[in-house]
């Protein structure tokens, strides 16, 4: 499993960004749960949102909840991340993650670092005040 994180960038407070996470491998994207998650400077990563495999249920930070969705296009084998509303304390490297083990109810979902297998290499959002 490979995953490519795009998609940052620098951005004023109050704007939007939108993030992508390409997946790779041999079994079916729609299987595998997917997390986004980020680090700032100084702290430790930190849980943003997640997806189950068939994109019916999401769970989201408090801290980003109904300023940030995921979603995902199976059919593209693609996840994303839209940021809205945008504050300099989201400023970060974003990661994005598929599970350990695949779900094959596509229902599950997950919101810790350890469920997570496969990680992507991580796309800086800075957000200027």
């Known amino acids: 499993v490979q995953l490519q994180a795009s998609g940052g960038g620098l951005v004023q407070a109050g704007g939007s960004l939108r993030l992508s996470c390409v997946f790779s491998?041999?079994?079916?994207?729609?299987?595998?749960?997917v997390g986004w998650f980020r680090r700032a400077p100084g702290k430790e990563r930190e849980f943003v949102a997640a997806i189950s495999g068939r994109g019916v249920k999401t769970y989201y930070s408090d801290t980003v909840k109904g300023r940030f969705t995921i979603s995902r296009d199976n059919a593209k084998t693609t996840a994303y991340l839209q940021m809205n509303i945008l504050k300099p304390e989201d400023t970060a490297v974003y990661y994005c993650?598929?599970?350990?083990?695949?779900?094959?109810?596509?229902?599950?979902?997950?919101?810790?670092?350890?469920?997570?297998?496969?990680w992507g290499q991580g796309t800086q959002v800075t957000v200027s005040s």
């Open positions: 491998g041999r079994t079916s994207f729609t299987y595998y749960p």
């Open positions: 993650a598929a599970a350990s083990q695949v779900d094959y109810s596509g229902s599950y979902y997950y919101i810790r670092p350890r469920e997570y297998g496969f």
